[in-house]
T-cell receptor, first 118, second 114 residues
Framework: EPEVTQTPSHQVTQMGQEVILRCVPI?????FYWYRQILGQKVEFLVS????????KSEIFDDQFSVERPDGSNFTLKIRSTKLEDSAMYFC????????????????FGAGSRLTVL | AQSVTQLGSHVSVSEGALVLLRCNYS??????LFWYVQYPNQGLQLLLK??????LVKGINGFEAEFKKSETSFHLTKPSAHMSDAAEYFC????????????FGTGTSLTVIP
């Protein structure tokens, strides 16, 4: 079963520091996503990425956030200057193209990266 | 705009009892609908999905859900709860033709009482 893998599983950082969360999506998927889940709250959409550019982003995804697919396999989320409220579980996900076979419409999630900002 | 509403943030059932987790969607056209499960300290796993085929969808671990357009609902059920079903359950909606963003509900935490 193909998997989405995320590293690190847990990162602790000081407020104001830069953080990079890494993801390796499923190899033949075309769409990539970042979601976050603050403890006890719902899963929130951050950004989607297709064809080497951002296709959609939410209000949460402000100038402190950026995404990149540097080498055709990794998909990274960077937070430039972390704030306390950035503490959350960050989930990477990938999917095939919309309109393809129904299986391709499914988001496959990684296990998440827990970010703790002190 | 699309959204899903999950009624009941916490549901408790006895082992062996019926599980019913509610989800209602808001969408201008019939959407794709999904149920994901999150076990403690794990990521989200797909339970089942509705993508305009059969309205009664069977998923993993004995769960199923029925798409009811007249009620704009996609409730998740399981005839007999097992202790291992204790988890957080999320309903999600996706418009088939507008972008690829999934919109998640606020989640329902299922507790199974022995």
């Amino acid at each position: 079963e193909p998997e989405v893998t995320q590293t690190p599983s847990h990162q602790v950082t000081q407020m104001g520091q830069e953080v990079i969360l890494r993801c390796v999506p499923i190899s033949n998927h075309l769409y990539f996503y970042w979601y976050r889940q603050i403890l006890g709250q719902k899963v929130e959409f951050l950004v989607s990425f297709y064809n080497n550019e951002i296709s959609e982003k939410s209000e949460i995804f402000d100038d402190q956030f950026s995404v990149e697919r540097p080498d055709g396999s990794n998909f990274t989320l960077k937070i430039r200057s972390t704030k306390l409220e950035d503490s959350a579980m960050y989930f990477c996900a990938s999917s095939g193209a919309a309109g393809a076979a129904s299986g391709a419409n499914v988001l496959t999630f990684g296990a998440g990266s827990r970010l703790t900002v002190l | 705009a699309q959204s899903v509403t999950q009624l009941g943030s916490h549901v408790s059932v006895s082992e062996g009892a019926l599980v019913l987790l509610r989800c209602n969607y808001s969408s201008s056209v019939p959407p794709y609908l999904f149920w994901y499960v999150q076990y403690p300290n794990q990521g989200l796993q797909l339970l089942l999905k509705y993508t305009s085929a059969a309205t009664l969808v069977k998923g993993i671990n004995g769960f199923e859900a029925e798409f009811k357009k007249s009620e704009t609902s996609f409730h998740l059920t399981k005839p007999s709860a097992h202790m291992s079903d204790a988890a957080e359950y999320f309903c999600a909606v996706r418009h088939p033709n507008t972008g690829n963003q999934f919109y998640f509900g606020t989640g329902t935490s299922l507790t199974v009482i022995p």
